[in-house]
């Protein structure tokens, strides 16, 4: 029978040396501050146990990751009527990003990519009457901590350098697939890629994905099986950027990564996994979150 | 010895059945407006002789046309510096606007694609107190009616539907080639394009184009006779977006269009003309305009 | 317990209304005589059992599923350095194919797109003396009939229509990312694409995906468990062109399709299915083929 | 009154530095092997009279310029009807020469761009039983020269680097834009940009296009003088690549140039200047060659 605490201690001992590989994210100051030589890793199995190895107890901001849950929560709101304004095919190079949007008439390729994340935060920003609030209170419950917070440094820096995606939004709005106000939206998005938690605290957050849409702290159906399979299967095929391919041929499972070096990996039916390492490769995913679980990969079942 | 108001009425009974042809353009109600079946000429030689036939009196907002005056009065403050920021190519296609953009890393191709105009406009921001009132005295000084004014109705419907340069304005600012606020500069370029003149006045505007820079109305050195040169070689090579090429071939003569459906054309050491037509075609070019001076030019010695 | 021939009879009942959907393809006249209307299902599962229902006695060409094959024999040759040619990303639109070949310097984004697909033909080819034997007798091992054969008609009408690939090939071979005669390297890969088979022939040839590389007929470890794992995480992030995020989000198995209508899908450690139907979806996927897998797969526990 | 010869004198000592700059091309030996420092300098003016200066008994292959022939053969068989296999508009950068074009559909943007002189020599190639020799006796007609002849090594070197060309004669053939076998009309192509001539003999050649279209040698009407003026129109928005917005702003002048390190300028009414310099900029262009042009330019009148 597999052990998991063992396997996470000896993920941490054979990922120390990646640890200290590629460079923290610089493009705004708070990410910038990060040092490399750290590592955490915690996952949750379906029967609700956590495991975790490493510097558990250090905060980082979710970055890209919180698209899985805006995505889920828009999934919630609208259902399919989601796809008309957002598509679900891989998105090739980051060169594309405009390229792509201008040529696909506004419509961005898939969720996860920036373009794609933003409109889902204007769809979300239609039916919310205090988006920020509602986002970070869907992080509390299903992370099982009501203290989770947003680094407010983070979200204004991001802000401060929302240029290109200001670029994706009034491009997104020239072809009407926009409905609210810029930078309003811009705003709520920042925000909620700055709330700030531990490995363990987004283990949690992300239990649904591997229990069938169910949350393992708030017991609530998040989404239905179906979709959860659904976003599961999107987030295989999209779920780190241009390394998509690449973390799918070497991990095998769906995963979301954000530029703070954290990732989270699910196996269906088994665990959510969350690992954080702040240096990052040339796709600006952590080089010793993806060797991490890569190594994970090779010992469970799948 | 060439009788050019002959020339001209001659120009104006050939384009006739082409001044109901195209469409105008709808993408702001003002615009939308506009009648077809109207049609104006006039030039100005360099000894200062004005030509006109068709509806002269008529008035429209200069649009693009604006392009060639705001460059003119960047290279006036920047001379060859102004080449740092924006290129000197001819654009390719229309569907590359943000493609281009990107790939060029936020360097626009030439001054009179959108892209480049915007940062043109970006420039005079950075050295003019009042760009708007600065740029319309120009046009008041060298038209010689300083009666000029700006439609505000057309600047705030064309700022109203501002979407897709915000996008440019914006991907220009994330690889730092804006200095300005966006919505400023936006509104600035707004109303350089709502200027309204007849085609006397806006021939009379261009004449320092055929004058080695010299203008007939002000008698000002508005740039010197090399960079009028110049100015020259790139509305030839630009100056009609996508059709630049097929303008080259027909007419032969550098020249810039507005989609208000008025064209300015340039025949050095003899005459600025002017044209206008709303009927458009699917470059967004009067058709009756370019079927105007195509004529013209085979009648011209050059 | 699941009863597998119940299953795919009740999956036939339910696609028989698609079965008339879609066009057949029609580049090639051999392609343009199948007749909609038909529908086959096959399925291996890792016992050895084999189950069908349909149409199972009519043949096709393998086509693009044939890609599959080659792949699997040119990573037995030549291991991980077979990613020095060819990446393992999702390729974005069909719009694409020669710009991002261009972009990306003659390396093809993935094995399945077709530039992907002769890059590995030309490394088998450097490898095999008898290339197109080599690869039929592969067919015939693990499809467990030696009688299998190349539809000669098809190959020669693939040829004749070879341009565009042409082009493609030309283009990597500028770039010094293909070793052999362009002609010769095309002549094999089109008639790696002709061979022909029924569904149960085709699911039994990729038995070895859902068994840890082991072919069900022929005993032999064609590649590793692990090597087995990351070309099914290939297939399922690439396998369908620019369809391929919409089959994981509707099927949520790896696969690959051909424009002859058929599609293999793949449940590890459960079975290897084939379908056929040769009414094609606005992708080139067939329209009945997929609907049959998205009903299989929500029976099936995955 | 103006002094051509101490003006080619003058310039040839003004670019003697520039001579030494740029980089020869190396893709064949054939040109690597040509070594920089060297100059030369012809025009031929509308009565009839020749200049040179420089290394004036030189030769060198005409390489790209012989585009401007074969396209001005082809309008002499084809006439406006040619403009449906190939563009008239300038067309962006390099990176897009097979993005383009498949965009386009197999169109190329302008005559002057490898693929658009690759359909213009198969639009030849199906008028001509002879193709190779008719262009060489046109050249040499046009020259005054009957020994001019082709330089075998150039163009067998040419074809066996033929790779990329082909992959866009390929990608036309897709589409429908070419009609002749593809290897055979490459080899054409070749051919006639190995056409090995000095710049007396290349200015002579295209003495038509500054005298209305009648060549001051044979004495023929090679093209109407309004096709003249037209195709002087193309060569100055799109005869220089990706450079000619920067050689239409420095010269000013209709041109065309070539890898071998010459370029041909036309000043209509006045004369045809040829250059020749094998150092080369990063856009292909002759730095000697271009710096001469703008030279001469600044004491011609236009």
Not at 2 to 13: G, P, S, W
Not at 39 to 61: E, H
Not at 199 to 216: D, M, P, R
Request: proline fraction near 3%; glycine fraction near 8%; charged fraction near 15%.
């Amino acid at each position: 029978m597999l052990d998991y605490q063992t396997l996470l201690e000896k993920t941490c001992q054979h990922v120390e040396p990646f640890s200290h590989q590629g460079e923290v994210a610089t493009y705004i100051p708070a990410l910038a501050e990060q040092k490399k030589g750290q590592f955490a890793i915690a996952l949750q199995t379906i029967d609700g146990k956590v495991y975790s190895a490493g510097d558990v107890s250090n905060k980082f901001t979710v970055q890209s990751v919180s698209k899985a849950l805006t995505l889920t929560m828009a999934l919630q709101r609208y259902g399919d009527d989601l796809w008309l304004r957002v598509g679900k095919e891989p998105s090739g190079t980051a060169f594309n990003s405009l390229t792509q949007l201008e040529f696909e008439q506004g419509k961005p390729r898939n969720p996860f990519i920036n373009a794609g994340a933003i409109v889902t935060a204007d769809a979300l920003y239609s039916r919310l009457s205090a988006p920020i609030h509602a986002v970070l209170e869907k992080f509390r419950a299903q992370s099982g901590n009501s203290n989770v917070v947003i680094n407010r440094t983070v979200a204004n820096s991001e802000y401060q350098h929302r240029y290109r995606n200001a670029a994706m939004a009034y491009l997104m709005k020239s072809f009407g697939n926009f409905d609210n106000d810029v930078e309003k939206v811009l705003w709520s998005y920042f925000n909620y890629c700055a709330i700030e938690v531990n490995v363990i605290e987004l283990a949690k957050t992300f239990s649904y994905l591997s229990n069938k849409g169910v949350c393992l702290q708030s017991g609530e159906q998040v989404i239905s099986a179906k979709q959860t399979k659904q976003l599961n299967s999107l987030l295989f095929t999209s779920g780190l950027y241009d390394a998509a391919g690449d973390f799918a041929y070497r991990v095998g499972m769906p995963g979301k990564s954000g530029v703070s070096g954290t990732i989270i990996a699910v196996l269906p039916g088994q665990f959510t996994a969350a690992v954080w390492s702040p240096g990052l490769d040339s796709f600006g995913n952590s080089v010793a979150g993806i060797a991490a679980l890569e190594y994970l990969a090779e010992y469970v079942n799948h």
